[in-house]
Antibody, heavy 118, light 107 residues
């Protein structure tokens, strides 16, 4: 079974940094594009970033460009999101999601909560 | 960026009803449209991709249609477990964008 397990969330002060991780299992991780999607408390879903299977193609939402960096380690079946210069508006549950070729996003992790507050 | 607009924002229905949710894109996205279901405190669940194809394991009570700019999600014979928030998402172009969500409530 496909499993995506996020970790690394927590409370951080404005301007601080945090690194999220997503451990993947149950599929050939190196074959699929991976995404981060977030959801602020009481709000809708917001796509954050995507990384292609080989890391060749990387995309970011304008709201995080220049502050967040997505990366992956195919040898360790892991996805990461380095978040710097965090702001209060980055407070959200962050989901790791697989984008299967031809099937859009098909699996989601359980999410990890990031709270940016002084 | 492509804007996705869902209607209605909320919807009340009864068990056994059939409901339809609409999603409109600000430009042509062909059939690069997905639908997701989310229950309170839970991760989203993927329902439909390519506008009308069911993800693995999703019951046939869910159906999607449309292409270009106008899309619909139809849920037949509503059961208590179907009451949730539904989101559409375009994946034609980056940045991928979601609709604002439609909250389906029990009448």
């Amino acid at each position: 079974d496909v499993q995506l397990v996020e970790s690394g969330g927590g409370l951080v002060k404005p301007g601080g940094s945090l690194r999220l991780s997503c451990a993947a299992s149950g599929f050939t991780f190196s074959s699929d594009t991976m995404n981060w999607v977030r959801q602020a408390p009481g709000k809708g879903l917001e796509w954050v970033s995507s990384i292609s299977s080989s890391s060749y193609y990387i995309y970011y939402a304008d709201s995080v460009k220049g502050r967040f960096t997505i990366s992956r380690d195919n040898a360790k079946n892991s996805l990461h999101l380095q978040m710097n210069s965090l702001r209060a508006e980055d407070t959200a549950v962050y989901y790791c999601a697989r984008f299967a070729v031809g099937r859009s996003i098909d699996y989601w992790g359980q999410g990890t909560l990031v709270t940016v507050s002084s | 960026d492509i804007q996705m607009t869902q209607s209605p924002s909320s919807l009340s229905a009864s068990v056994g009803d059939r409901v339809t949710i609409t999603c409109r894109a600000s430009q042509d996205i062909a059939n690069y449209l997905a639908w997701f279901q989310q229950k309170p405190g839970k991760a989203p669940k993927s329902l439909i991709y390519a506008a009308s194809s069911l993800q693995s394991g999703v019951p046939s009570k869910f159906s999607g249609s449309g292409s270009g700019t106008d899309f619909t999600l139809t849920i037949s014979s509503l059961q208590p477990e179907d009451f949730a928030t539904y989101y559409c998402q375009q994946y034609k172009n980056y940045p991928y964008t979601f609709g604002q969500g439609t909250k389906l409530e029990i009448k």
